[in-house]
């Protein structure tokens, strides 16, 4: 699907660039910060292309808070990366538009815990000495949206902005951990399975992600 949505994108700017105008943005929101391609195709419809990106992590241990109950050390990041391709659609040929596209989505949550003491996972309590974890959503995720500016149409500056939804589906959860007795290793692994089934059922309703965007822009012609 990925190797579709990147042919896709070379044929529409090798076929489309000189149809209409054509600008760069840079932007920021809900998705990290990134830039778009605004390609005109007709009057009342433009092709963005573009990326977002943005990291964040932290680390706490046991004296630096009382909720990480037996855990010695935490450590989090999260990661947001996307690549966008979305078809704008100018219903009043003016600034507002309804847009419809598609997201590589590679956002994902990681988590890092050392303990000395024993935790409860499936309702088992186990000596862990270390437990890494993994939150990610699908690859392929589409998007719709409203929102304001036209990079590739008007004057020579712009501004913009989205408000939208991607529709990520459901989180997919992974996690693993070390017991500090190798002998209970694998009734440990067996637990986490069961624990990792019932965590995805209850994120199963965070399958939809809010975007919102400003953008500022220049168009080349």
Not at 17 to 40: C, E, H, P, R
Request: hydrophobic share 45%; glycine share 12%; charged share 20%.
């Amino acid at each position: 699907m990925r190797k579709l949505l990147y042919v896709l994108v070379l044929v529409v700017l090798a076929t489309s660039v000189m149809a209409g105008g054509m600008g760069v943005s840079v932007k920021g929101g809900t998705l990290g910060f990134g830039a778009d391609v605004g390609i005109g195709v007709v009057d009342m419809l433009s092709l963005r292309l573009g990326f977002s990106k943005f990291s964040i992590g932290e680390s706490f241990n046991d004296e630096d808070t009382d909720d990480l109950e037996g855990v010695d050390e935490l450590k989090f990041e999260i990661n947001l990366e996307s690549i966008n391709a979305l078809v704008d659609f100018y219903p009043f040929k003016g600034a507002f538009r309804i847009t419809a596209g598609m997201l590589i989505n590679n956002n994902e949550f990681t988590a890092e815990a050392t303990s000395d003491e024993r935790i409860d996972i499936n309702g088992v309590e186990y000596r862990v000495e270390r437990a890494d974890g993994l939150v990610s959503w699908s690859d392929m995720a589409p998007y719709v949206g409203i929102g304001g500016g036209n990079v590739a149409s008007g004057g020579k500056w712009h501004w913009g902005w989205d408000l939208g939804v991607m529709f990520q589906g459901s989180p997919e959860i992974e996690l693993t951990a070390t017991a500090s007795n190798a002998q209970l290793q694998q009734l440990l692994n067996q637990d986490i399975e069961e624990e990792v089934k019932q965590l995805e059922e209850d994120a199963e309703s965070f399958n939809m992600y809010p975007v919102a965007t400003i953008s500022f822009g220049y168009r080349f012609f």
